[in-house]
């Protein structure tokens, strides 16, 4: 994914009215900060099927994805409304119904009414409104533990690569032990944790040979499952760090 030259213009003004809903406060950026909304219903537009707007406040910045792009910019909430500057957006092909969401969506977003209520943030533009819940809430971070977490890529520095097709590979984490599927051979370490580290023992596999691909997937594995290694988990995805190399993992359905 590599960050556009180009800017997505988000209007600072609104293009409709609506106000807040009874008893839902315009909530300040400080109420906002730290949290991430995903879209659980939007009336007056149709989403792309099977994609979802996801929006995070951070420190006055915006950041907005809806199936294709990532889009950011700051932003202010100013008599009840969301007001945002120029938008950097990324500059990744996808289908053309999802790139004119993108557009839709950075149209959307400036000038739309902002309500929060508990977990639940509600926009309003015209007349379309979009209901948001708290990504805590409505994609609850997996437990790190007696999940099944299947291999999804490797990180190398800045770059991140996908998993060989037909390769499949997993970790489970359960009672002191890692159980390791490494793509070829599977085994096993002893593992303990804190809330951001894996502390991982010496790995036994089994010695089978297998084709390129796999050994491959095998070896980059093997070669971040050692020691002390960072790990984050938000809602479906685990992500392990040994200093610039990692993997990603998603948890099994």
Not at 1 to 21: D, E, F, K, R, S
Not at 59 to 75: D, E, I, P, R, T
Not at 147 to 157: A, E, H, Q, S, Y
Request: proline share 4%.
């Amino acid at each position: 994914m590599v960050v556009g030259a180009g800017l997505l213009l988000a209007a600072c003004t609104a293009t409709g009215g609506g106000g807040n809903p009874a008893n839902s406060p315009s909530p300040s950026p400080a109420v906002l900060d730290g949290r991430t909304f995903l879209s659980t219903s939007v009336t007056g537009h149709d989403l792309v099927s099977g994609s979802t707007v996801r929006l995070s406040f951070d420190a006055g910045q915006l950041g907005a994805s809806a199936g294709c792009n990532q889009m950011g910019g700051a932003y202010q909430v100013v008599d009840g409304r969301l007001r945002i500057g120029s938008m950097m957006t990324t500059d990744m092909g996808c289908a053309a119904p999802l790139m004119a969401q993108d557009t839709w969506v950075g149209s959307f977003l400036g000038g739309a009414t902002v309500a929060l209520a508990g977990d639940t943030l509600t926009l309003t533009n015209g007349d379309t409104t979009m209901t948001l819940t708290d990504r805590e809430v409505a994609d609850p971070d997996r437990p790190l533990e007696g999940t099944r977490w299947v291999l999804d890529g490797f990180i190398t520095g800045d770059a991140v690569s996908s998993v060989a097709a037909g390769v499949n590979a997993a970790v489970t984490i359960a009672d002191g032990r890692m159980d390791v599927e490494a793509g070829c051979n599977t085994g096993g370490a002893t593992v303990s944790s804190t809330a951001s580290t894996l502390s991982i023992g010496p790995m036994a596999l089994t010695k089978m040979a297998c084709p390129p691909d796999a050994m491959a997937v095998e070896q980059a594995m093997t070669s971040v499952l050692s020691g002390d290694v960072g790990y984050t988990i938000e809602a479906d995805v685990l992500t392990m760090t040994a200093g610039p190399n990692g993997l990603t993992f998603r948890a099994a359905t």
